[in-house]
């Protein structure tokens, strides 16, 4: 136990404290996007733009030499099926 009695991480498990997220996180990293610039429909945002914020993101830990279209693409069809939920469709 560390501190306070809390356990000590071993760098194992999913938990986003010890890992980071990375490209793969679509849906995580949709959610955190959506919560970030909720107003923004992203469908208009760009790739290079897109990338640039998810690179921001404090949660995340990926390299930027391992994004590509088709993680983009996931990762803004999740932030877009959250932003419908709040505004509906386009």
Do not use: C
């Not at 679509?26 to 998810?54: C, H, I």
């Amino acid at each position: 136990m560390g501190a306070m009695g809390a356990p000590i991480s071993n760098g194992q498990g999913s938990g986003v404290a010890a890992m980071g997220l990375n490209w793969n996180d679509s849906q995580e990293l949709g959610e955190l996007l959506f919560e970030k610039y909720d107003s923004v429909n992203p469908m208009t945002v760009r790739f290079a733009d897109l990338r640039k914020w998810v690179l921001d993101l404090e949660d995340f830990a990926g390299k930027p030499s391992a994004s590509n279209e088709e993680n983009l693409q996931a990762i803004q069809k999740a932030w877009h099926e959250e932003w419908k939920l709040e505004y509906g469709d386009d």
